[in-house]
């Protein structure tokens, strides 16, 4: 199956431009040849690759008689994972769980492995959108698309969409927010930093716009690929 | 009847509860279990703290030992959250390497100390570049009934107030440590985190404090740490059911009164704690 690459338009910042819009987001479905289903997907210079392999045979011991297993890895550029890659493991294993319809293949597992590329900020959204990427180029049955957005709140309050590595050094409160995109109500949420209440509703309603443009994105995306 | 049709269909018969807004053991969806907490209740250790949160029950215990400091932080003492599931607490845990729960849990608590900066790491500095403390704070399960989060932190913070350290100099001439054992000190805790947790049921019904039973059938799960003045410094959703806005709003608001409760108690408590 030939890859299918595609880019998002010029009315999002190329690298550090306006704090308000997401980086450049490129996908590239299909292109790992025996997987069910594979993505890469960045956003700036932040990339990620997906692989989804199932419905399959399950282990005995992870066989579940009403829905399939879901089993997610993350694999780091080097070294090992530690505690801090379980944290960000378990969310992205609980949000594939929540977007499978698991209950549509009882008995059987879903095996999602996640390579990290290159980190360059707001990593572990690109995670999640790339999954989601993979998922849908694997036609896993969905109950909804996910889309991440990180925003960042900088010493002055001021909100920080999609921000790269620098920026989020100089940040006092970093927030990642899951949408699913029926409702676009939140799946996952993870926070660094404090902040105040009406500061997280802030973030979680322009996140909330930002991930409209990914689902679009995802869509554009898919119906590029079901086109050729 | 009401056992049999419990065992039977466990979703079902929570469901019969929650449509009348109460929970199988009585308590309405935001009531949170009663907490108890027994400060200073190990005495070799620097800080202790026994919490008890319904039947979930965790024992923190801090330990302090001089190190030399990482090199890229040479003046910032350390603090080491290690949280411990044992199989003694539940059946769902085997003796062995600590499960991924546990690890995730210890993660949460090292990022709730980070994100709140409820310690400034340099009061822990005896020499700059030379000698800090580091502080082991080990947080056990003793009875594993649910939320054991919210228990964790509760305990290691209230430990971490408790903590008191034997004053230590260093000799400039000798280069020797001296330390001091009739001068103590406590640390200096600039604000105190308390974490509450959410339950999603059936995907609309949010209710607090889960015990294991409702952790198991729950949808999702939604945790919120806050600190004095009402500052959030941790809304941890790891998926799960998605959850509205206004819900969402509800969940912090409670959380909030939750966080003025348990921080009275802990302060209470420490009045009568004899150091």
Same mark, same amino acid.
């Given at each position: ?228 | ?7 039977? @269909?466990?979703? /079902? ?17 935001? %009531? ?11 005495? =070799?250790? /620097? ?8 039947? $979930? ?7 302090? %030992? ?9 003046d910032k003492g350390i603090i080491v959250p290690n949280v ?13 390497p600590p499960s991924e729960q546990a690890q995730v849990v ?5 990022? &709730?100390?980070? *994100? ?23 947080? !056990? ?7 054991? $989060?919210?228990?964790?932190? #509760? ?15 260093? *000799?400039? /001439?000798?280069?020797?440590? /001296?330390?001091?054992? @009739?001068?103590?000190?406590?640390? *200096?805790?600039?604000?105190?985190? &308390? ?10 019904? &949010?209710?607090?404090?889960? $015990? ?9 799960? !939604? =945790?919120?740490? $806050? ?21 969402? @709003?509800?969940? #912090? ?15 209470? =408590? ?6």
């Amino acid at each position: 199956m030939p890859a299918h690459r595609s880019t998002m338009g010029s009315k999002f910042r190329t690298r550090s431009s306006s704090p308000m819009e997401l980086r450049p987001m490129l996908s590239e479905v299909s292109v790992l040849s025996r997987s069910d289903g594979s993505a890469s997907f960045s956003q700036g210079d932040c990339c990620a690759l997906a692989a989804v392999y199932g419905p399959g045979e399950v282990k005995v011991a992870k066989e579940l008689s009403d829905k399939a297993s879901v089993e997610v890895v993350f694999k780091m550029k080097v070294g090992l994972p530690g505690c801090k890659e379980k944290i960000q493991e378990r969310i992205l294993r609980n949000t594939c769980e929540t977007a499978i319809a698991a209950t549509l293949y009882p008995r059987t597992a879903i095996d999602i492995v996640i390579q990290e590329m290159h980190n360059s900020g707001s990593f572990l959204a690109t995670c999640i959108n790339c999954v989601c990427m993979a998922m849908l180029d694997a036609c896993v049955d969905m109950k909804y698309l996910v889309a991440a957005v990180t925003c960042g709140l900088n010493s002055e309050g001021e909100l920080i969409l999609d921000p790269t590595l620098e920026q989020e050094s100089d940040l006092t409160a970093l927030m990642i927010f899951a949408y699913e995109s029926s409702n676009f109500e939140v799946i996952a949420t993870y926070t660094t930093g404090s902040f105040t209440s009406d500061q997280f509703q802030i973030c979680l309603i322009h996140c909330r716009e930002a991930s409209k443009h990914i689902f679009q994105f995802f869509r554009d995306t898919m119906a590029r690929k079901l086109s050729k | 009847m009401a056992a049999d049709f419990k065992t039977a @269909q466990p979703v /079902e018969y929570y469901r019969k509860f929650l449509e009348k807004d109460v929970r199988p053991d009585g308590r309405e969806l935001g %009531e949170i279990r009663p907490t108890m907490i027994n400060i200073g209740s190990i005495s =070799t250790a /620097e800080g202790s703290a026994l919490v008890k949160l319904g039947n $979930t029950t965790v024992l923190c215990g801090v330990k302090a %030992e001089v190190t030399n400091p990482k090199s890229e932080e040479p003046d910032k003492g350390i603090i080491v959250p290690n949280v411990d599931l044992p199989a003694l607490c539940s059946p769902r845990f085997r003796p062995g390497p600590p499960s991924e729960q546990a690890q995730v849990v210890s993660q949460f608590m090292v990022e &709730v100390i980070q *994100n709140s900066g409820c310690i400034d790491p340099k009061d822990l500095c005896i020499k700059a570049g030379k000698h800090v403390w580091v502080l082991y704070c080990d947080l !056990v399960c003793l009875d594993y009934d649910g939320n054991v $989060t919210d228990a964790c932190v #509760l305990a290691l913070m209230a430990a971490l107030k408790n903590v008191s350290l034997p004053k230590v100099t260093l *000799n400039e /001439e000798s280069g020797n440590l /001296e330390t001091h054992m @009739q001068e103590k000190w406590g640390l *200096n805790i600039l604000c105190q985190p &308390v974490a509450t947790t959410f339950a999603i049921f059936d995907d609309c019904i &949010v209710f607090a404090d889960p $015990t294991d039973e409702e952790e198991n059938l729950a949808t999702g799960k !939604v =945790t919120i740490v $806050t600190t004095e003045e009402d500052k959030i410094c941790f809304v941890h959703k790891p998926g799960g059911s998605p959850l509205s806005d206004d819900k969402l @709003q509800n969940c #912090l608001q409670r959380s909030f009164i939750r966080a003025r409760e348990a921080r009275n108690l802990v302060e209470t =408590t420490l009045v009568n704690v004899d150091r």
